[in-house]
């Protein structure tokens, strides 16, 4: 992965429980590369841990990042370093910015939020307010407490309906989300991936494109086809097979091919791959299902092959 920069920790602030938001800037004051709402940045820690963030701040704002970073208990240890081991003004590399979860135009919007997920619908919501688009917004968490950023939506209204858990109970989706799809309506859901799976489900009859979703976990894509195929690298001339449990990745790098990757899961899209034959086994959870059906690319972490052969443009 290419690193874009090294940024300077100019404020930590508590935004709930367990929820730290971060502002970075640039040591010598230099303006940030532009972004657009659903963009994420690579944060690279100490030992080699590599975590996505979105951007959750004002898009506007040329000289700031703004990240939500929520305390994972479970997790892997880079929240864990950000919470305790990365104060003020402290330096921290960072890759970026890149968008796979974009806002295209619309009359109306939904958005749908659990907990953290509630971070790069904030610059949506403030692009559907800045364009004159109807939109509205459900968020849900745990408790209010561990709700994010709750006082940034109070300005909006009744356009923003906050609904904890353990006030309210799970979201009403069946309310919220038409049965029958809606043309005019595009609904954006970011958050935990039982809220996502359910969304999916509720809206599973509808046409593509109408709903998006991101995660911040790998979905279960179910198991792959774990058969050995060939790979032809076009462009170095190279051909290499890859072998069952080898990722596409590792194999191209056997091959003396170097390809840019960050998360390894399929969820952040650094190492997006043009495939100009052959038929890919999509693991990731970016594409959308006409994305899928096209074939035209495919993120080599995790995905592998449905044909016994694939031409990538490497």
């Excluded at 907990?115 to 559907?128: D, E, F, H, S």
């Excluded at 940034?152 to 989300?177: A, I, N, T």
């Excluded at 074939?295 to 044909?307: A, E, K, N, Q």
Aim: aromatic content about 6%.
């Amino acid at each position: 992965m290419a690193l874009a920069m090294d940024l300077r920790v100019a404020a930590r602030t508590e935004v709930a429980d367990g929820v730290l938001a971060l502002t970075l800037v640039h040591p010598a004051g230099r303006r940030l590369p532009n972004w657009t709402p659903g963009s994420h940045v690579d944060l690279v820690l100490p030992g080699g841990l590599t975590r996505q963030y979105s951007l959750c701040g004002d898009r506007w704002d040329a000289h700031s990042y703004r990240l939500g970073v929520l305390r994972e208990p479970d997790g892997r240890g880079g929240s864990a370093f950000i919470h305790d081991e990365l104060p003020e003004g402290a330096t921290v590399a960072i890759g970026g910015p890149r968008n796979n979860f974009r806002l295209v135009p619309s009359e109306r919007y939904l958005f749908v939020a659990g907990g953290i997920g509630i971070t790069p619908l904030l610059p949506m919501v403030r692009q559907a307010e800045l364009v004159g688009a109807r939109w509205r917004l459900l968020y849900g968490g745990r408790t209010r407490a561990s709700m994010g950023f709750v006082d940034e939506l109070e300005p909006y209204g009744d356009k923003v309906v906050v609904m904890p858990q353990d006030e309210h109970g799970l979201l009403d989706l069946p309310g919220w989300l038409p049965e029958a799809a809606d043309p005019g309506l595009k609904v954006y859901c970011c958050g935990p991936g039982p809220l996502l799976d359910a969304v999916e489900r509720r809206c599973s009859g509808w046409p593509a494109g109408l709903l998006r979703t991101e995660r911040f976990v790998a979905k279960d894509n179910g198991p792959a086809r774990d058969e050995p195929f060939e790979l032809t690298l076009n462009r170095s001339g190279r051909s290499v097979t890859v072998a069952p449990g080898q990722s596409v990745l590792d194999a191209v790098g056997t091959a003396g091919v170097g390809v840019l990757s960050s998360c390894r899961q399929g969820l952040c899209g650094t190492c997006e791959t043009a495939v100009l034959d052959g038929e890919p086994d999509h693991r990731d959870s970016i594409l959308d299902d006409d994305e899928r059906a096209a074939g035209d690319c495919m993120f080599v972490c995790v995905s592998r092959s449905r044909s016994e052969r694939l031409v990538l443009d490497l």
